[in-house]
C-alpha cells in the first residue's frame, strides 16, 4: 500500500472514530492526552469485534441444517439380532456386525424428539458430530462417544427402524429415500469405544443397514442425513 493511500485510510478510520466517541469531558479529554503512552498501549489491544466467533458460527451452520423434526413415540425393547429385519427391509440387507459391535439387546426407550439434520459438506463422522456437541473436531473420539451419550443423543437401533418404517409410510421425517445414507449414533457397551454410528438407506424398494465406527476415516458425501435425540437444532 502507498503512503498517500495508507494516510487516506487512516484520516477516514479516525474520522469514523470520532464520530463514534461517547461524549467526554475536558478533563477526561486532557487525561488522555497527557499520558499517550498509556493511550497507545490500550489502543493496540483493539481488534476488530467477534471476528472469531462469526467464523465459527457461519462455518457450523454451512456444516448442518435442521431439515424435520420427527415425535417418536415410545418403543419396545428389542433383540439387537431382530433389529432390520421383516417387510422393508431387504434380505441380506443387514450388517452383521451390529451383532458383533453391539449389546445383544436393545432397550425399550421413552417418547421422544429425532432431529434430522442434513450434511451441506462432505465430511466424517466425527466432523459431524463436533459441532452438535460444540467441541472441536480434534476432540479424541472416546469422548464425543461420551459426550453423545451423556447429553441424550444416541439412539437405539430399534428407534432407527420405527424412523425409517415412518418414513416408508410417508411421514416427514426428512430420510432420504434415493440411496443416500441415514446416519445415527448408537452405544456399543464397550468402554473405550462406546458409540458407533448405525445408518439405514433405502436402495429402490426395499431398506438396508449398516454399521461403522465413529472414528472411520471415510468422508461421507455432502446431503447426508443424520439422525440425533433430543436435540436443540437452535443452538446448532
Same mark, same amino acid.
Given at each position: 500500500?502507498?503512503?498517500?493511500? &495508507?494516510?487516506?485510510?487512516? *484520516? $477516514?478510520?479516525?474520522?469514523?472514530?470520532?464520530?463514534?466517541?461517547?461524549?467526554?469531558?475536558?478533563? %477526561?479529554?486532557?487525561?488522555? #492526552?497527557?499520558?499517550?503512552?498509556? !493511550?497507545? !498501549?490500550? =489502543?493496540?489491544?483493539?481488534?476488530?469485534?467477534?471476528?472469531?466467533?462469526?467464523? *465459527?458460527?457461519?462455518?457450523?451452520?454451512?456444516?448442518?441444517?435442521? @431439515?424435520?423434526?420427527?415425535?417418536?413415540?415410545?418403543? $419396545?425393547?428389542?433383540?439387537?439380532?431382530?433389529?432390520?429385519?421383516?417387510?422393508?427391509?431387504?434380505?441380506?440387507?443387514?450388517?452383521?456386525?451390529?451383532?458383533?459391535?453391539?449389546?445383544?439387546?436393545?432397550?425399550? %426407550?421413552?417418547?421422544?424428539?429425532?432431529?434430522?439434520?442434513?450434511?451441506?459438506?462432505?465430511?466424517?463422522? @466425527?466432523?459431524?458430530?463436533?459441532?452438535? =456437541?460444540?467441541?472441536?473436531?480434534?476432540?479424541?473420539?472416546?469422548?464425543?462417544?461420551?459426550?453423545?451419550?451423556?447429553?441424550?443423543? !444416541?439412539?437405539?437401533?430399534?428407534?432407527?427402524?420405527? #424412523?425409517?418404517?415412518?418414513?416408508?409410510?410417508?411421514?416427514?421425517?426428512?430420510?432420504? %429415500?434415493d440411496g443416500?445414507?441415514?446416519? &445415527?449414533?448408537?452405544?456399543?457397551?464397550?468402554?473405550?469405544?462406546?458409540?458407533?454410528?448405525?445408518?439405514? &438407506?433405502?436402495?429402490?424398494?426395499?431398506?438396508?443397514?449398516?454399521?461403522?465406527?465413529?472414528?472411520?476415516?471415510?468422508?461421507?458425501?455432502?446431503?447426508?442425513?443424520? =439422525?440425533v435425540r433430543?436435540?436443540?437444532?437452535?443452538?446448532?
Amino acid at each position: 500500500m502507498s503512503a498517500k493511500a &495508507f494516510d487516506h485510510k487512516t *484520516a $477516514a478510520f479516525l474520522g469514523f472514530v470520532i464520530q463514534n466517541m461517547p461524549e467526554m469531558d475536558d478533563a %477526561t479529554m486532557n487525561g488522555w #492526552m497527557d499520558d499517550p503512552a498509556a !493511550t497507545k !498501549t490500550l =489502543l493496540s489491544g483493539f481488534g476488530p469485534p467477534e471476528v472469531a466467533s462469526v467464523s *465459527a458460527r457461519v462455518e457450523t451452520r454451512k456444516l448442518l441444517e435442521s @431439515v424435520a423434526t420427527t415425535q417418536l413415540g415410545a418403543v $419396545a425393547a428389542k433383540k439387537t439380532i431382530q433389529c432390520f429385519v421383516g417387510s422393508v427391509w431387504a434380505r441380506g440387507g443387514r450388517d452383521s456386525d451390529f451383532d458383533r459391535w453391539l449389546p445383544a439387546n436393545q432397550p425399550k %426407550t421413552d417418547a421422544c424428539a429425532i432431529t434430522t439434520l442434513a450434511s451441506t459438506e462432505d465430511a466424517t463422522f @466425527v466432523k459431524w458430530f463436533a459441532p452438535i =456437541l460444540g467441541v472441536s473436531a480434534d476432540t479424541p473420539v472416546k469422548e464425543i462417544g461420551e459426550l453423545l451419550i451423556a447429553r441424550g443423543h !444416541t439412539m437405539t437401533l430399534a428407534q432407527a427402524e420405527e #424412523m425409517a418404517e415412518k418414513t416408508e409410510r410417508g411421514e416427514k421425517t426428512g430420510m432420504r %429415500t434415493d440411496g443416500w445414507g441415514n446416519f &445415527f449414533p448408537v452405544k456399543t457397551g464397550d468402554k473405550n469405544n462406546p458409540v458407533s454410528v448405525g445408518y439405514v &438407506f433405502r436402495g429402490g424398494r426395499d431398506w438396508r443397514s449398516g454399521v461403522g465406527r465413529l472414528g472411520y476415516s471415510r468422508v461421507w458425501d455432502a446431503g447426508s442425513r443424520i =439422525l440425533v435425540r433430543n436435540l436443540d437444532a437452535s443452538k446448532l
